[in-house]
């Protein structure tokens, strides 16, 4: 069983950026694609981004679309999630997870590896 660990998370001003990795205890390669989710308190967990197998596909959020950037390195089983313009609805938990597909999803059910979240916090 893969065990995910995201970091990065933490308070920023509006308008400010943040970087979350999302670390694997085995390979992230080979037939598995990645995404980012958050949870925000009251609210449903909705997907942020996600990432096929090799990085050559992408998916966001219309969102987050054009202020995230997701990327992967498999050679050092990591995950990324770039984020600038932080605006304060972005605040939230924001969890990694992996799917054995290929390709990226955007519903949360269909990934069966789940990190613990890392909180961001946007303040105005």
């Known amino acids: 069983q893969v065990q995910l660990v995201e970091s990065g998370g933490g308070l920023v001003q509006a308008g400010g950026s943040l970087r979350l990795s999302c670390t694997a205890s085995t390979r992230i390669s080979s037939l598995y694609a990645m995404g980012w989710f958050r949870q925000a308190p009251g609210k449903e967990r909705e997907f942020v981004a996600g990432?096929?197998?090799?990085?050559?596909?992408?998916d966001y959020a219309d969102s987050v679309k054009g202020r995230f950037t997701i990327s992967r390195e498999n050679a050092n089983n990591t995950m990324f999630l770039q984020m600038s313009s932080l605006k304060p609805e972005d605040t939230a938990v924001y969890y990694c997870a992996r799917r054995s597909n290929l390709n990226p999803s955007r519903a949360w059910t269909d990934f069966g590896s789940w990190g613990q979240g890392t909180q961001v916090t946007v303040s105005s």
């Open positions: 990432i096929n197998w090799n990085g050559a596909i992408t």
